[in-house]
């Protein structure tokens, strides 16, 4: 073992079995990617693991060991999975829709941009710097997301009408 990384328990898919595409932090270098990968509990069952913790909980404070075989980093995200974005959707509906980086750095930094008249507000400051970068960085992601929540909502209206459930 080489490598060591970082996830959260909500970034794992339901099935874990095979293949699967992960966002991971490198603990060493802070970097944050998404990758194809291989994840199991016991180490054993990977050919070359790297070590992965996974936090849970409220606050993401409670840590378990498990291990990682990364196949293929930096997935290209302009090919975006409809229906793994559909889920997402639905899924952030039911919770919080408070974002939390966890930094110190971003924190003061985005205080100060408040505290200058840059923004409003620490939440707008977020709201807006986050939008420029993905409809920058991400713009088919950004694209597809407007199609499938459009979906979501048509699909919901139907259900509340009357009419057929897809």
């Given at each position: ?6 996830t ?8 874990l ?52 075989e ?25 919770d ?10 971003f924190r ?12 409003p ?15 920058e ?16 909502e048509?699909?919901?209206l139907?259900?509340?009408l ?5």
């Amino acid at each position: 073992m080489t490598g060591e990384y970082i996830t959260s328990e909500e970034h794992l898919p339901d099935d874990l079995d095979g293949e699967i595409t992960l966002q991971v932090t490198d603990t060493q270098t802070k970097e944050i990617f998404v990758t194809r990968a291989r994840i199991a509990r016991d180490e054993e069952d990977l050919t070359d693991p790297d070590s992965l913790i996974v936090v849970r909980g409220p606050h993401e404070s409670i840590e378990e060991q498990w291990y990682i075989e990364i196949e293929e980093a930096d997935v290209d995200l302009r090919e975006v999975d409809r229906d793994l974005l559909r889920d997402c959707i639905q899924r952030t509906r039911a919770d919080s829709n408070v974002i939390n980086a966890r930094s110190d750095e971003f924190r003061a930094l985005l205080a100060y941009l408040v505290e200058t008249g840059r923004y409003p507000s620490v939440s707008e400051a977020v709201r807006s710097i986050l939008g420029d970068y993905l409809s920058e960085q991400y713009p088919d992601l950004v694209d597809a997301y407007v199609d499938v929540r459009t979906e979501v909502e048509q699909d919901e209206l139907a259900a509340r009408l009357g009419g057929d459930n897809p």
